[in-house]
């Protein structure tokens, strides 16, 4: 049974798990070697490579997901007609900062961006992209923040290593801000 | 624009909107990046007076970003006037190779980090972009699904018809303590929800005799079920019937129910009498 339906069991399970699924919770569900798992997702991965179809599996948070192709977006707008749900520009501002320095506290950030950053923090708390990891051992022991599989998932991530690599070097030398084509701040973005 | 000159000192007549910025180093980049100066060595007198002259009108925003904006107003004053001040004379004794610190320095180096956090937003802008256009079985999905789950009628409404229940059929009676635990009770109505696939009326809930903290139990009941989106309470006309029905019953239920379905609570309200 295992091995002459393998994958397509392994494409059930997949399309009907919440999260995404990691090898490891496959190879326990389908009572099988880690190594074995591994391998049918392999060849599933390769049919869904074929082209004429509508899905792939995407790695992200640690485990693999059914998901659309971008290609046909369009399609699936039209059917799920979706709020944006884009994040602000403070959002995003303040998620890099805590992907990148984590664990910070709200003290940190706000140091970093200049500005109160409570309201940003409460919304991303919210929106589980961010979670308490524990508490600084400094004055107060303010809450330290961190990412979660959300965050992953949300940007597509395998883990954080795949973080898009910015230059955070502060004795980066001679760095010139250049001017940016179109950037005129007459209108609110975010 | 561009051309014309963005000479230091000479700002350009650009309408610049305070409300814009995400703060004081958000609007400081800016004017560093207008007069694509280098900002490692930024002319602080200048751009000193362009901060002060944005940030005339604070009106735009509310207290506590304009209380961000003074602060970095008055740092930037304080730079600038270390600046003018002449170096102290080198005193021998001193350690001569110290390199004399530059009032910037400390500005600069917020400047360049909040930057780079900025290029890093960037970055995440782009996978989130990316991310838009690929959709998955919905696991992402925070929206709550489903029919709203008060149709018609109110909270309020819900314990307005609640206090009609309290005031009027009751004889009050005291018994000795006893405990309904909450979950027993929300067994026990979903149970009568799962054989009333039509629904009970709300004072059906009620109308079997019992203490006042069952009838308060009862109604706690209720609210979980409905939180839980196991129940919905249903007003079709004003100041009608109150209709509790198990979730899903109703058309509109059952077609979004099929999209998101209930995958934060447990099993749906039907297969709890089996756990009996």
Redesign the interface.
Same mark, same amino acid.
Not at chain 1, 172 to 180: S, T, V
């Given at each position: 049974m295992i091995w002459k339906h393998g994958t397509a069991i392994l494409e059930a399970i997949l399309?009907a798990s919440?999260?995404p699924l990691t090898i490891r919770r496959i190879a326990e569900v389908m009572g099988l070697e880690e190594r074995e798992a591994r391998i049918l997702m392999e060849d599933l991965r390769k049919q869904y490579d074929q082209p004429g179809r509508g899905l792939c599996i995407?790695e992200m948070a640690g485990g693999y997901?059914?998901?659309?192709?971008?290609e046909y977006?369009e399609y699936?707008e039209r059917l799920?007609q979706p709020?944006s749900r884009?994040?602000s520009?403070?959002a995003?501002?303040t998620? *890099?900062?805590i992907?990148?320095r984590q664990p910070i506290t709200k003290p940190e950030i706000e *140091?970093?961006?200049?500005?109160?950053v409570d309201r940003v923090v409460e919304m991303l708390l919210e929106?589980?992209l961010i979670r308490e990891v524990g508490r600084k051992d400094a004055p107060g022991r303010p809450v330290l923040y961190g990412t979660t599989q959300?965050f992953l998932?949300?940007?597509?991530?395998r883990d954080l290593s795949e973080?898009?690599p910015?230059?955070?070097d502060?004795s980066?030398?001679?760095?010139?801000?250049?001017?940016?084509e179109g950037?005129?701040?007459?209108?609110?973005?975010g | 624009m561009e051309g014309s000159g963005a000479l230091l000192g000479r700002p350009e007549s650009y309408t610049v909107h305070l409300a814009n910025f995400e703060g004081p180093l958000d609007l400081l980049l800016h004017l560093i990046r207008r007069a694509e100066i280098n900002i490692y060595d930024i002319p602080i007198a200048q751009i000193t007076e362009q901060y002060l002259e944005i940030i005339q009108d604070l009106s735009t925003v509310d207290i506590d970003r304009a209380s961000e904006f003074l602060v970095m107003a008055a740092t930037l004053l304080d730079i600038k006037s270390r600046m003018l001040l002449p170096r102290p004379p080198r005193i021998t004794e001193e350690l001569p190779e110290e390199e004399p610190q530059d009032p910037r320095e400390e500005l600069v180096r917020q400047l360049v980090a909040y930057s780079q956090y900025r290029e890093a937003a960037e970055a995440l802008r782009e996978l989130e972009q990316k991310m838009a256009r690929i959709y998955t079985r919905g696991f992402f999905c925070e929206e709550v699904q489903g029919p709203p789950p008060l149709q018609g009628l109110t909270l309020e409404d819900l314990v307005r018809a609640f206090q009609e229940v309290l005031r009027e059929e009751w004889n009050w009676r005291e018994v000795p303590r006893e405990e309904i635990p909450l979950r027993e009770k929300v067994r026990e109505i979903s149970f009568l929800l799962s054989r009333s696939p039509g629904g009970l009326r709300f004072r059906e809930l009620f109308t079997r005799g019992g203490s006042r903290r069952e009838v308060v139990v009862t109604f706690l009941a209720l609210l979980e079920l409905i939180r839980q989106r196991r129940a919905v309470a249903v007003q079709e006309r004003l100041f009608g019937e109150i209709w509790i029905r198990p979730a899903g019953s109703e058309p509109e239920g059952a077609i979004s129910a099929g999209v998101q379905g209930e995958d934060q609570t447990e099993g749906g309200a039907g297969e709890l009498p089996a756990e009996r």
């Open positions: 399309l919440p999260e995407r997901v059914l998901t659309t192709r971008p977006a699936v799920l709020k884009g994040l520009h403070a995003l501002e998620l *890099a900062i992907a990148y *140091a970093i961006r200049g500005v109160k929106r589980r959300e998932q949300y940007f597509g991530l973080l898009p910015v230059s955070l502060t980066d030398a001679g760095l010139i801000l250049k001017r940016r950037e005129e701040r007459s209108s609110r973005v | -």
